[in-house]
């Protein structure tokens, strides 16, 4: 096996609001601080917190998403990959940094806990159809409505039976 895997699943907690910038062309560019926090108990059984921070990057219509409905302090699910950047400061030092790069994200938490919305799985703009062939009759070129479906029936639930 010559490829590698290189996959990053976060659920945390926002510790700003979304930075969100544009690039010359127009793509949106979101860049979050994710906080993870894992308990663990210590020999004598107290109880220790440890909190990571990390850098998470949306592009394109991701980015646009995460940049409207993500707020300081909500609850994110993202996976990405991790990205390891070297540069030369203003200050001709090198510096490094990590970046996860998200591909998928999903708000978690309830309407009102840090802003973030009810839910939402959002991924990547999946790619574009194929138009329609050109020399194919104009009859078929036409879209056909789709047949009505009758929506599916909801069972009687609140949004505290949900498991997470």
Do not use: C
Request: charged share 30%; net charge negative.
């Amino acid at each position: 096996m010559a490829r590698g895997i290189n996959k990053v699943i976060l659920v945390g907690n926002l510790g700003n609001d979304p930075d969100i910038k544009y690039t010359q062309s127009g793509m949106a560019v979101t860049r979050i601080s994710l906080a993870t926090t894992s308990v663990r108990k210590d020999r004598d059984g107290n109880t220790q917190e440890r909190t990571e921070w990390h850098r998470v990057v949306f592009f394109g219509k991701l980015g646009e998403i995460a940049g409207e409905y993500l707020r300081k302090g909500s609850q994110v699910y993202v996976e990405g990959s991790i990205r390891y950047d070297k540069y030369t400061g203003q200050d001709g030092v090198e510096k490094y940094s990590t970046d996860i790069i998200a591909d998928e994200m999903q708000m978690l938490g309830g309407r009102g806990e840090g802003g973030g919305g009810g839910g939402g799985n959002y991924e990547r703009a999946a790619r574009p159809q194929r138009p329609e062939r050109s020399d194919a009759p104009a009859a078929q070129q036409q879209r056909r409505p789709a047949p009505q479906q009758q929506p599916a029936p909801m069972d009687d639930f609140s949004d505290d039976d949900i498991p997470f």
